[in-house]
């Protein structure tokens, strides 16, 4: 798991080069203004703008990826988000959906969390559980946010 800020000026500095050009191209969007969806960000590489409110994290599940990274950037609103750096156990997660590229578990093994503010991105790379979308302190708040699917074979 990767973590930053497009606000600084120094971000890019220790990003694998894909990432650096990705987040560039981020910083350069009305990120405001961007319509709700997937969209192109460059050829290949996908993004999903959306709004939505935050949940106790306790009423979701975690994700995990394995042929796609994601780079989770928000834009407005702050949320919480649980993730794991442990070698994950397959036998806890259900059945991987290869298609989507992804599978659930109810459990992160030595979970740890981070809260985002605007223009905060993490990059949570293949076998690296998350859980996005959590309430920070308890409150419930509305939030844009965009993730971006990166094939693991351009790193």
Not at 96 to 118: F, G
Request: charged letters at 30%; glycine letters at 4%; proline letters at 6%.
């Amino acid at each position: 798991m990767l973590l930053g800020d497009l606000s600084r000026a120094d971000y890019a500095k220790s990003l694998p080069p894909v990432f650096a050009r990705l987040c560039e191209k981020l910083k350069s969007l009305d990120l405001a203004n961007l319509p709700l969806g997937w969209q192109d960000l460059e050829d290949g590489i996908r993004m999903n703008v959306m709004e939505f409110e935050t949940t106790p994290a306790e009423e979701k599940k975690a994700e995990m990826h394995r042929k796609f990274i994601d780079i989770q950037l928000l834009i407005s609103g702050t949320e919480m988000i649980e993730y794991g750096l442990s070698e994950p156990d397959l036998t806890k997660f259900d059945e991987y959906r290869e298609e989507d590229d992804y599978q659930l578990t109810e459990m992160i093994e030595h979970k740890n969390d981070l809260v985002l503010q605007p223009n905060m991105f993490a990059i949570f790379l293949p076998y690296e559980p998350h859980k996005p979308g959590n309430s920070v302190n308890g409150k419930n708040a509305q939030l844009k946010k965009l993730v971006v699917k990166v094939p693991v074979t351009l790193l």
